[in-house]
């Protein structure tokens, strides 16, 4: 036994019961302020602590090294100023999904106790161990420099009243985020809880023989081993195609290596672990298909026997493409290719399922609690009435939260043992098994006349959408749908191939194949500049769709922002010594004829409590915040007396939160909803009202259904429900580095100031690391790393200066005119990344990432 003091109360510990001080603040002492981001590698920053006066990774300490050591948790901070860090992070938007958030606290609380104001460079270096997936690190670095500020001189203004729309109303709970003190799914505990380790695949293609877990079962303390063949419903399930097994069985040939096979469930995680260690597979290995080109050719084995490997072929042909090239003054192309990245939200996977009365509660952090509802249903093989599915605020999605994971394990384990199970992946184990951004091979060509119009575009592309389809072929579709970018040209040629290979899968991620179709087109474009002469700016202006303009795929656009971004940034760009410029339109993910919906129940509980129901997730891009300030500005309720829930029982139907069509959907049904609260309102003030509406529920519905395929003929087609626009300028300094990023984004109307720049700042630092770092590289079906230091994340040293700015052009169809931006944010960057480099040494680019990826493993 150790003995040491913790947040100013001594206490006594045992290293032999949980080796790291990680381990022992989490399961022994319950505070879970500290975030397990890295499993251990040290990497990630979210488990920073105090240690005697210093910031240390709790991860990578070692409890039995604690001997009289003086240890501090945000829990423990001197209260008067946790709180107000907590606000003043809340204030500044430096809270976002908010895993991260307390680690940034701690490793930034030495800055407070120095005599001299940091400067930015100092505070860089101290936050640089820590990670963020959302913010970019700007708003970080604000907060701190405004909090430091203000606890010297003691002008500490924290509080923010204004919530009206266009607002920088502060994040819904982001003052307890900031501090830990909402918990993530990792973070629960319930009474008598076991935990479940999933045992994976090792080989991305082979046979299974036989599971033999009789080890395991032997092992005292394990309370079960599962395989397929205790799974009483349907095996298969899926987003859009139901073949994603949630385990293989026996006789079945594996498709990536992260199909499960076995799940085992013991008194802890660490015994679980150690018992799915001692499960024997007996399996014959089969030579996998990885090569998605191999993939594609009909005298390839198949993935799954009984589809072929092509999934989907999308097409959009136009025009005259023949006429067009022949007819062209100049023609751009080439081979493109992009790389498959791994999302790395902070907080890795976990779902908790607990057993009721021939019913069960899941507690899920994924990105639509319906479908995660209808799916678990579907595998246990009872109605979906009898589960109630609680959506726990995430620590980052940008996709990777669609599919189902690790919540059909969990509620097949809870519904069978009749026992709460936990199952949580490390970091290892989530890189293994959520679906990627898709590699895109492109061959592309665009040509253009005398003038610099262009006139035609062709396009091939391939798709590794990996084992499983996911949303792999909507993915592909975009590409397609996108492949003209934020550009009129009339004839186009143009075709993509989903393909199926034994690679981890691809499916949604920030984008959505947007990004890679966008990196080729930009390029060819530039290269049709030095061909012909044209200024780069002026012939991306004269060919940029306008009000009235149709999309490649028929839609005529209303509401059209593109010109006033190009107008934006003209001067920056023309100053420019080397820079970058691209332009793109990115879809709000609602349309291509599917009906699409949302509903809300804004319920009167008391005077001090209104509680807005719905259906969507919040990950960190403030679908909450959005929700309050619009009932606000609509019936101006005083948000302090407003909570947000999300769970199956409110009954109110939507589908997967992605790409900005929650604010677009939700926001809708609230304003129509709001239309009977101020009618029963009448005369009375906000606040005199809320005592007369006591106990009453109202309802509000917002649905889209009238949109169509894409290349539907008809004249004024709508593909999608609406589109965000934006361009951007990468400027480089002498050495070719970045040193700014301009980003102007036509939000339609911006509905939160801070929340709109900090979605931006976050997605320009993705598509920085998409452009020059980031990879995740596959040989023979294997990763060729699954460490998270390896990921190639920007850490904040390397991060550039980002300016905002907001365009307002209205959509019709948006609340208040609001379009999406949740996506579209990096859509443009690795283009222009790639451009601004082209333009400072002359040489094309035409694969990303930009830098050479096998020096960082």
């Known amino acids: 036994m150790i003995q040491f003091t913790l947040n100013g109360i001594s206490r006594r510990a045992d290293p032999s019961e949980q080796p790291d001080l990680l381990s022992w603040l989490r399961l022994s002492a319950h505070i879970t302020s500290p975030k397990d981001g ?157 935990h479940a380790a999933l045992v994976f695949s090792h080989e991305p293609r082979a046979r299974i023989v036989r599971i033999d877990t009789s080890a395991a079962k032997a092992i005292e303390g394990v309370a079960g081993v599962f395989t397929a063949a205790d799974i009483p419903g349907k095996r298969y399930q899926g987003l859009i195609l139901n073949d994603w097994p949630i385990m293989r069985a026996e006789g079945e040939v594996t498709a990536y290596i992260g199909d499960v096979l076995a799940v085992v469930v013991a008194s802890n995680e660490a015994l679980a672990r150690k018992a799915a260690k001692v499960v024997k597979v007996n399996a014959e290995p089969l030579a996998p298909i990885t090569d998605v080109h191999e993939a594609a050719l009909p005298s390839s084995p198949r993935v799954h026997h009984h589809r072929t490997n092509v999934l989907e072929v999308s097409s959009i042909t136009n025009g005259n493409t023949d006429k067009a090239f022949n007819d062209a003054a100049y023609i751009s192309g080439g081979i493109f290719e992009t790389q498959r990245i791994e999302h790395a939200f902070l907080e890795t996977e976990t779902a908790i399922a607990v057993p009721g009365n021939n019913s069960l509660e899941l507690y899920s952090q994924g990105q639509g609690v319906y479908v995660d509802r209808q799916q678990v249903a579907g595998m246990l093989g009872i109605d979906e009435q009898k589960i109630v599915v609680h959506q726990v605020q995430n620590g980052g999605g940008f996709g990777g939260k669609e599919d189902l994971t690790v919540q059909g394990h969990a509620s097949l384990c809870a519904w069978l043992l009749q026992k709460p199970v936990r199952v949580h992946l490390n970091r290892a184990e989530s890189i293994r098994m959520h679906p990627k951004r898709h590699p895109v091979w492109m061959k592309m060509e665009l040509a253009c006349n005398k003038q610099g119009q262009f006139t035609g575009l062709r396009l091939k592309a391939l798709g590794d959408t990996g084992a499983y389809a996911s949303v792999g072929t909507k993915v592909m579709e975009r590409v397609v749908g996108h492949a003209t970018g934020g550009y009129e040209i009339q004839s186009v040629d143009i075709e993509a191939r ?176 709001a239309v009977r609260i101020r009618d029963d309102m009448g005369m009375d003030s906000p606040q005199e009202s809320l005592h007369r509406l006591q106990g009453r529920t109202y309802k509000g519905a917002y649905i889209c259904d009238w949109t169509v395929k894409p290349g539907c003929k008809t004249s004024e087609a709508e593909i999608h429900f609406a589109y965000g626009y934006a361009t951007q300028v990468v400027i480089l300094d002498d050495n070719g580095k970045v040193q700014k990023v301009v980003a102007a984004h036509d939000a339609g109307k911006v509905m939160n100031r801070m929340l709109f720049e900090g979605q931006i700042e976050g997605a320009v630092h993705m598509g920085l690391g998409y452009a020059l770092s980031e990879n995740l590289p596959m040989q023979n079906g294997q990763l060729r790393s699954d460490k998270m230091k390896n990921l190639g994340i920007i850490r904040a040293t390397n991060m550039p200066e980002v300016e905002v700015i907001g365009i307002e052009k209205a959509d019709p169809y948006g609340p208040y005119g609001a379009k999406g931006i949740g996506e579209i944010g990096m859509v443009p960057t690795a283009a222009a990344v790639a451009c601004a480099m082209t333009a400072f040494d002359g040489k094309q680019r035409f694969s990303l990432p930009l830098v050479d990826f096998e020096k960082n493993i």
């Open 498 to 673: 989903t393909v199926y290979t034994n690679n981890i899968p691809s499916g949604a991620m920030r984008g959505f194949g947007v990004p890679q179709v966008v990196f080729a087109l930009e390029s060819c474009i530039d290269d049709l500049c030095r061909q012909g002469g044209f200024n780069r700016w002026d012939i991306r202006f004269a060919n940029a769709l306008d009000e009235g303009s149709r999309t490649a795929a028929g839609q005529r656009l209303k509401g059209v922002g593109l010109k006033m971004t190009l107008e934006a940034v003209k001067e920056t760009f023309n100053k420019a010594k080397y820079a970058g410029i691209a332009c793109s339109i990115k879809n709000t993910g609602v349309g291509n004829a599917m009906i699409d919906e949302s509903k809300v129940a804004i319920e009167f509980v008391s005077p001090d409590k209104v509680i807005i129901h719905h259906g969507w997730t919040e990950m960190g891009q403030g679908i909450h915040t959005m929700a309050i300030q619009v009932l606000h500005q609509e019936t101006g309720i005083d948000p302090a007396v407003v909570q947000v829930r999300v769970n199956t029982n409110a009954g109110l139907q939507t589908g997967m939160t992605t790409s900005s069509r929650a604010t677009a959907l939700l926001g809708n049904a609230i304003i129509q909803a």
């Open 38 to 194: 890295c499993s251990g590698e040290g990497v990630c920053g979210a488990c920073t602590v105090e240690i005697n006066g210093k910031p240390a990774l709790a991860c990578r300490t070692k409890l039995s090294a604690l001997e009289g050591a003086e240890i501090f948790t945000t829990e423990g901070l001197p209260a008067s100023f946790r709180q107000y860090i907590g606000e003043m992070f809340a204030l500044h938007g430096a809270v976002q999904c908010g895993f991260c958030t307390p680690g940034f606290i701690m490793r930034s609380r030495n800055l407070f106790l120095q005599k001299e104001r940091p400067d930015k460079r100092q505070i860089l270096r101290a936050i640089n161990p820590n990670l963020c997936r959302c913010t970019g690190y700007i708003k970080i670095i604000e907060a701190i420099e405004k909090a430091w500020d203000g606890w010297q001189t003691h002008a500490r203004k924290t509080a923010y009243s204004d919530a009206s729309i266009g607002s920088s109303f502060p994040k819904y709970q982001a003052v307890e985020t900031a501090l830990g003190q909402r918990p993530f799914v990792n973070d629960l505990h319930f009474e008598g809880m076991l």
